[in-house]
């Protein structure tokens, strides 16, 4: 049984740093393409990372310089490094497996202004 688990959201003040991770189990994080979307109350879900199986990393235009997203294989973990943090990244992040499309719960991140 797959599980993907988010950690590190919370709440940082605008310009802050935070690093999420999402620890897999049951699959392989380097063996598929693993992302990273969010979603803001009333919006709909949006795609803000992703590294493919081959390391290629992508970002939404909206995030890039300031996001970075990795992936640790001695963890079977994957990262999202979030520097320069504004008020409009507030949202529930989501970790997801392109693998059979798991999702993780979700963590919280809230940047006050």
């Known amino acids: 049984q797959v599980h993907l688990v988010e950690s590190g959201g919370g709440l940082v003040q605008a310009g802050g740093s935070l690093r999420l991770s999402c620890a897999a189990s049951?699959?392989?994080?380097?063996?598929?393409?693993m992302d990273w979307y969010r979603q803001a109350p009333g919006k709909e879900r949006e795609l803000v990372a992703q590294i493919t199986r081959a390391g290629i990393t992508n970002y939404a235009d909206s995030v890039k310089g300031r996001f970075s997203i990795s992936r640790d294989s001695a963890k079977n973990s994957v990262n999202l490094q979030m520097n320069s943090l504004k008020p409009d990244d507030t949202a529930v992040y989501y970790c997801?497996?392109?693998?059979?499309?798991?999702w993780g719960q979700g963590t919280q991140v809230t940047v006050s202004s």
């Open positions: 997801h497996s392109g693998w059979r499309d798991y």
């Open positions: 049951g699959m392989f994080v380097v063996f598929t393409d």
